[in-house]
């Protein structure tokens, strides 16, 4: 099953971008389970690299890494980075820049669709 999961909030100040990732590290560890993490709006600072949060804190970059180590993709969209300053190489390695145009088909190709 294919899944595509939309991020809006950022990582840190609310839980919802917290609960995104966790819910996605859960489905990834599955074989039927085909995961894509599409990143607009403020979620895009979750792939920032270099995050440097408290001790016993979640760490958003980190949890976006294990998913693409256990197969995941993560998209990050284009126009939302460019709003931010935040430059490709400035992400988690593996973050693929992507656009409208992509999360539209992946919208009607997959077959189940969550936003947090």
Not at 10 to 36: I, K
Not at 38 to 60: C, H, I, R, S
Not at 78 to 85: A, L
């Amino acid at each position: 099953m294919h899944v595509l999961l939309i991020l809006n909030d950022p990582p840190y100040g609310s839980e919802r971008t917290y609960n995104g990732l966790r819910l996605a590290l859960n489905l990834v560890r599955r074989d039927d389970v085909d995961l894509t993490v599409f990143l607009m709006g403020d979620a895009v600072w979750a792939a920032k690299d270099g995050q440097a949060t408290p001790e016993g804190y979640y760490n958003a970059g980190r949890m976006l890494r294990g998913i693409v180590t256990k197969g995941g993709r993560v998209l990050v969209c284009g126009t939302c980075i460019d709003t931010r300053g935040l430059g490709v190489g400035e992400m988690i390695e593996n973050a693929q820049r992507s656009s409208m145009d992509e999360l539209g088909d992946l919208v009607l190709s997959v077959e189940r669709s969550l936003v947090f």
